[in-house]
C-alpha cells in the first residue's frame, strides 16, 4: 500500500497555464506538507496543513493554492504558471505537526514551456 | 531562521569504502536533527534522528550519526559502504515548525 501518494507523476504544460497536482496519504496523519525540489536538489517547504488548517505558508507567490478537503488530502493548485516553476513538489506528511518523522510521497516533476 | 549546510556535494567513492557526509546547522532552539535519504527513482525516507539523550544515533542500513553540540553538527558515516548506498543524501534541522534542509550530498558508490 502506498502512503503517501502524488498525481501525476509527470506534468508538462506551457507558460500561463493553470494546473493542479494532488496528494493523498492513508496513514491516518493530521499533519501535510508541501515542498518545492529546485534542479539543484535544494528542497524547501511551502505549505504546511495540520487538521485541515493551514500552519506555515513560506514566501511563495499567491499564484500557489493550497487546498485540503480533508485530513488525508492536500492538493496543490498553481495559476499562471511560469518557467520558474519547473521543479519537483513533494508532498509528505506526519503523525502530528512537531518534529516527527515525515513520510515523503514519490514527487511531481513539473516541467513549464 | 534555522539553517542547514552540507559540503562535498559531490563524493564518488568505491564498494567497501567509508563514508562520512558532514551536517552543520544554525538554530537557537532545541534540536532536533534528521538525515533523509533519496535512492535514484524513489521518495525521501528517513535514515535516522536524533532528539535527545545518546549523541551516537544509529539508522538503518548500517549508518550512524554523532551530534556535537559544541560543534553545531551532526555527521553521517557508513563504515563500508554498498553499491545499493549510491543516493542523494539530505540533512535536515527541525525549527520554528518546520524542516529546514540541506541542498544534500550525491553519493555514487562504484562496484
Known amino acids: 500500500d502506498t502512503a503517501v501518494s502524488q498525481t501525476p507523476k509527470y506534468l508538462v504544460t506551457q507558460m500561463g497555464n493553470d494546473k493542479s497536482i494532488k496528494c493523498e496519504q492513508n496513514l491516518g496523519h493530521d499533519t501535510m506538507y508541501w515542498y518545492k525540489q529546485d534542479s539543484k536538489k535544494f528542497l524547501k517547504i511551502m505549505f504546511s496543513y495540520n487538521n485541515k488548517e493551514l500552519i506555515i505558508n513560506e514566501t511563495v507567490p499567491n499564484r500557489f493554492s493550497p487546498k485540503s478537503p480533508d485530513k488525508a488530502h492536500l492538493n496543490l493548485h498553481i495559476n499562471s504558471l511560469e518557467l520558474g516553476d519547473s521543479a519537483v513538489y513533494f508532498c509528505?506528511?506526519?503523525?502530528?505537526?512537531?518534529?516527527?518523522?515525515?513520510?515523503f510521497g514519490p514527487g511531481t516533476r513539473l516541467t513549464v514551456t | 531562521a534555522q539553517s542547514v549546510s552540507q559540503h562535498n556535494h559531490h563524493v564518488i567513492l568505491s564498494e567497501a569504502a567509508s563514508l562520512e557526509l558532514g551536517c552543520n546547522y544554525s538554530y537557537g532552539g532545541t534540536v532536533n536533527l534528521f538525515w533523509y535519504v533519496q535512492y535514484p527513482g524513489q521518495h525521501l525516507q528517513l535514515l535516522l534522528k536524533y532528539f535527545s539523550g545518546d549523541p551516537l544515533v544509529k539508522g538503518i542500513k548500517g549508518f550512524e550519526a554523532e551530534f556535537i553540540k559544541s560543534k553545531f553538527s551532526f555527521n553521517l558515516r557508513k563504515p563500508s559502504v554498498q553499491w545499493s548506498d549510491t543516493a542523494e543524501y539530505f540533512c535536515?534541522?527541525?525549527?520554528?515548525?518546520?524542516?529546514?534542509f540541506g541542498k544534500g550530498n550525491q553519493v555514487v558508490v562504484i562496484p
Open positions: 535536515a534541522v527541525y525549527g520554528n515548525n518546520r524542516l529546514a
Open positions: 509528505a506528511s506526519s503523525f502530528r505537526a512537531g518534529p516527527d518523522e515525515q513520510y
